[in-house]
Every structure is written in structure tokens, then in C-alpha cells.
């Protein structure tokens, strides 16, 4: 999993890292979604668990570290979908719209002149009868 930011790089195949959701499932480190909030437990790898020591803020020894974080950025509709962070999913969106749109107006446009010919033929016939 990806070397916390700050661990020095001695250090970093001695580390493994865990992330857990909220319902405490494990989550792969490149699964992890923007604005959610998680909790990541160090531990010390099991190769390294005699050459490396965890210690708390206290200064005691302990088998896993333990923090709670939130993922930096929004949970957008973009993000939901799987998309990418910079995906313009506002212009696409917009762009399907005025489509529709432009297609509803064509239609009517036809239909309109559609009827406008039909009552233009009968009152070219109303005008030939020569009353």
C-alpha cells in the first residue's frame, strides 16, 4: 500500500498499512473515496515485527497505530460515477440538454410548417371556387 506522507523511506517495506471504512471493511488504499471518512491501522510488517517498534503519543509499546481521516476533495456525482476528478460532466451534461431541446423545437418547427402548408392549400381552394 502507498508510504504515508512524512514516513522516511528506510522505513517504508517495514510498515503495512490498512484502510477500513466505516462499517470496518477493508479497503484497497486505491478504492478509497473522495469525502469519506476512514480509519487507517499501521502495523509492523511481519518479516520486521523484532527490528521496528510502534510506539504511541504516550510513549508505549503497541502492535498497530490507529487514525481516523477524511479523503481530501468532494463526493461529486462526477466521482460517483468512476469518473475522473476532471471530467467536465457539467459541459456534457448541458450539451445533451440543448440537444434534446434543439430537437424538440426542430420538431414542432416542421410540424408547424407542416400545418401552416395544409391550411395554406385550402385557402388556395377556398380562392378558386370564385364565389
Do not use: H
Amino acid at each position: 500500500l502507498k508510504l504515508a506522507e512524512g514516513t522516511p523511506e528506510a522505513i517504508a517495506n517495514m510498515l503495512v498499512y490498512e484502510y477500513k471504512d466505516a462499517d470496518g471493511n477493508v479497503v484497497p488504499s486505491d478504492k478509497l473515496t473522495k469525502g469519506k471518512e476512514y480509519t487507517v491501522v499501521v502495523k509492523v510488517a511481519d518479516g520486521e515485527k523484532g527490528n521496528v517498534t510502534l510506539l504511541t503519543e504516550d510513549g508505549e509499546e503497541t502492535e498497530s497505530l490507529e487514525s481516523t481521516f477524511t479523503v481530501p476533495g468532494r463526493n461529486t456525482l462526477a466521482n460517483m460515477l468512476g469518473l475522473p476528478e476532471d471530467f467536465p460532466l457539467i459541459q456534457v451534461v448541458l450539451t445533451i440538454l440543448f440537444t434534446l431541446l434543439f430537437i424538440i423545437f426542430l420538431i414542432m418547427w416542421i410540424k408547424y410548417r407542416k400545418e401552416r402548408k395544409a391550411s395554406k392549400e385550402i385557402i388556395e381552394q377556398y380562392e378558386d371556387l370564385n364565389v
